[in-house]
Structures are given as structure tokens and as C-alpha cells.
């Protein structure tokens, strides 16, 4: 007797889906791309919150920046490895800060009683407080409150 | 309409006429697209304010669903490269019923993945495999409150009466599986 499996697959598409290779692509890209991601999403909200004042598009930072919409269209979908001139252009056009390199210096230091980790410990916090890419801490596949979708 | 193998030999999804990919592949692929988040964010912002899952900016929920994101298709990634008894375990562990209330067709269950408020919707068909409608962020307690997700439902119903078009479960599909517990 044939059952609910073996009609499934009966009548499933003899092609797979394509999200396989694209997760595996995602994968594989997954360090730059979080960064090309959140970049994406600054620009992205820059040209919202300066459309109402000077008419920012995709498309006008394609004419300022002398490219195809292409480009930037692929830019903001976090799919572009930026090259230092093109972060270095876009954050002149729009006036913002992409990209702030922390120093490896500070003034300020962490004291920590009887360790000897006490330079590593200062340039980790400069590091951390220079970051401009934020983390969070969530949790992942919380537990499901049962009624509703 | 038509069905797609995910992996393995029990995730499957639904893909719609007129579209070049299944609706897995197409959630992943736009909870990963910082432009159609943004967009999406910046229509639903009153639910970002004070609301169910507390306040957040928009730039905040949009890297936190990436991230979601990013970490839940890496679980099931790295599920696709299991055994088929432990992707069995897995997908069971990742897909709860979506209601208290199991529907009328009880071994025919409608499943949802959570992460957050990311959402897939699946039809569960015997006890493993299911078949993927949709998916949604879903940021409002019920899914009846907002178009995108109610639109989720009227995708898992849709799917629902395909799968008994084509016999997967139909009267005798039914039968057989009582008697066969």
C-alpha cells in the first residue's frame, strides 16, 4: 500500500530547491558578508532619512558615485565587497561614518589584581568600547508559548 | 503549484505558480536582504515600539533577524548533513504545532519553526515530513492581527487542500494511517 511518504515523493519536482547551494554560498561568505550586511543597512537607512531633504536614491548615489544602479543595488543588498575607495566614496557622498578603525591605544586602563594580562586586558576594552559593528546576546529557538503562530 | 525536495526525505516545500523558487529558499534568501528588511521594518515600525517583543530600532531588528537568520539556516545546514534518523530528531525538535488544538485531520498538523519572531509554516504529513508554505517575522501576538501573517494562514489552508487535491491525504489516506497505528 502506497503511503503519504512515498506519494509525496511521487509527486514531488524531480528538481531540488535551490536553497542548498545558496546556504552553502551564504556560508562560505558568512564573515564579510555580516559586516557588507550591516553597511547595507546604514546606507540604506542614510538615503531614507535624507530623501525628504535633498531627493537621496539608490539612484542619485549612483550618479554621484559614478556607477550603474547595479552597483549600488548590489551594495545594498550586502552582496558587494567593498573595496577601502568605494566605503571611502559612499561615506563622503552621504556624510557618514562606515568604517571606524579602533586604536590599538588608549589612556585609560583596566587594573586587574595579580594578572599579567594587564595590556592585552586594555587594548581588548579599546577594542571592544572602538567597536562600531554591536552584538547582542539572545536566545535562539526559544520555546514555543503553544496557542499562537 | 508544485512541490520541492529540500533535503533528505522529509523536508519539502510549497513552490507557487510564477515563482522561481520555493518559499524555504525564498524566506531564507529575503530574511537575509538587508534592502527588503528595511522596507519591511520601517512599514511595521509601530510594532517595534512598546509592543509584544519589547522596543527596539529599526536598525536593531533588522541585524537581529539577520542574525536569527543566519544562525537558524545554519542549524538546518548543518541538519542536511545528518543521518536520516537524526534529521528526523531534528526537524521534529525544530517544528511545534501551531495550535493547542491539533486540527481536524490530526496526523495533517500545521507546524511552525520558530526563531524569534522568525516563522516558517509547514504541514506536517505523518509523523516526519513536512511541507514548508511560508514563512514570516512575525512581531504581533496573533498571526490574525497583520495582513503578511494572515496571509500566512490563507498559504498553510492553500496548501492544506493541494496536498488532499493530490491525494496525499484524502479520505482513504486517512483511513489508512489509523489502521496503520
Same mark, same amino acid.
Given at each position: 500500500?502506497? &503511503? ?12 531540488? +530547491? ?12 558568512? *564573515? ?25 536614491? !539608490? ?15 548590489? %551594495? %545594498? ?5 567593498? &573595496?577601502?575607495? /568605494?566605503? /571611502?566614496?559612499?561615506? !563622503? ?15 585609560? =586602563?583596566?587594573?586587574?589584581?595579580? /594578572?599579567?594580562?594587564?595590556? %592585552?586586558?586594555?587594548? @581588548?576594552?579599546?577594542? +571592544?568600547?572602538?567597536? *562600531? ?5 539572545? +536566545? ?10 | ?18 515563482? /522561481? ?29 512598546? @509592543?509584544?517583543?519589547?522596543?527596539? &530600532? ?5 541585524? =537581529? ?5 543566519? *544562525? ?9 548533513? !545528518?543521518?536520516? =534518523? ?39 504529513? =505523518? @509523523? ?13 501576538? &496573533?498571526? !490574525? ?23 496525499? %491525504? ?12
Amino acid at each position: 500500500m502506497e &503511503t503519504p511518504r512515498d506519494k509525496i515523493s511521487r509527486i514531488a519536482s524531480k528538481e531540488k +530547491s535551490k536553497w542548498l547551494d545558496a546556504a552553502k554560498e551564504r556560508y562560505a561568505k558568512k *564573515d564579510w558578508t555580516k559586516r557588507s550586511f550591516k553597511i547595507a543597512v546604514r546606507i540604506l537607512r542614510e538615503i531614507r532619512s535624507q530623501k525628504p531633504i535633498n531627493g537621496m536614491s !539608490q539612484k542619485r548615489l549612483a550618479e554621484l558615485m559614478e556607477v550603474s544602479p547595479q552597483y549600488i543595488n548590489k %551594495v %545594498v543588498k550586502g552582496k558587494e565587497n567593498l &573595496t577601502l575607495e /568605494t566605503i /571611502t566614496k559612499i561615506e !563622503q557622498i552621504l556624510g557618514i561614518v562606515l568604517i571606524n578603525v579602533p586604536s590599538a591605544e588608549t589612556k585609560g =586602563e583596566i587594573t586587574f589584581k595579580d /594578572t599579567g594580562f594587564k595590556g %592585552v586586558l586594555a587594548r @581588548n576594552a579599546s577594542k +571592544s568600547i572602538s567597536e *562600531d559593528i554591536w552584538s547582542y546576546n539572545y +536566545s535562539l529557538y526559544s520555546e514555543s508559548t503553544g496557542t499562537y503562530g | 503549484m508544485k512541490i520541492i525536495p529540500i533535503f533528505g526525505k522529509n523536508l519539502f516545500a510549497i513552490q507557487h505558480t510564477g515563482e /522561481t523558487q520555493d518559499e524555504f529558499a525564498k524566506m531564507f534568501e529575503l530574511w537575509q536582504d538587508p534592502e527588503f528588511l528595511e522596507e519591511f521594518f520601517e512599514k511595521h515600525k509601530i510594532d517595534l515600539i512598546n @509592543n509584544y517583543w519589547g522596543d527596539w &530600532t529599526i536598525e536593531e531588528a533588522i541585524i =537581529e533577524t539577520f542574525e536569527y537568520a543566519q *544562525d537558524f539556516e545554519n542549524k538546518l545546514l548543518e541538519l542536511s548533513r !545528518q543521518s536520516e =534518523e537524526n534529521q528526523l530528531k531534528g526537524l521534529d525538535e525544530i517544528f511545534k504545532p501551531l495550535s493547542d488544538t491539533p486540527t481536524p485531520i490530526f496526523q495533517f498538523e500545521k507546524s511552525k519553526a520558530r526563531v524569534n519572531w522568525l516563522r516558517l509554516y509547514a504541514i506536517k504529513i =505523518e @509523523n516526519n515530513i513536512y511541507v514548508i508554505t511560508g514563512g514570516a517575522i512575525k512581531l504581533t501576538k &496573533t498571526m !490574525q492581527e497583520r495582513h503578511h501573517t494572515n496571509e500566512e494562514l490563507e498559504k498553510i489552508e492553500k496548501g492544506r487542500r493541494y496536498l488532499i487535491d493530490e491525494g496525499i %491525504v484524502d479520505v482513504d489516506g486517512l483511513i489508512e494511517v489509523i489502521e496503520n497505528q
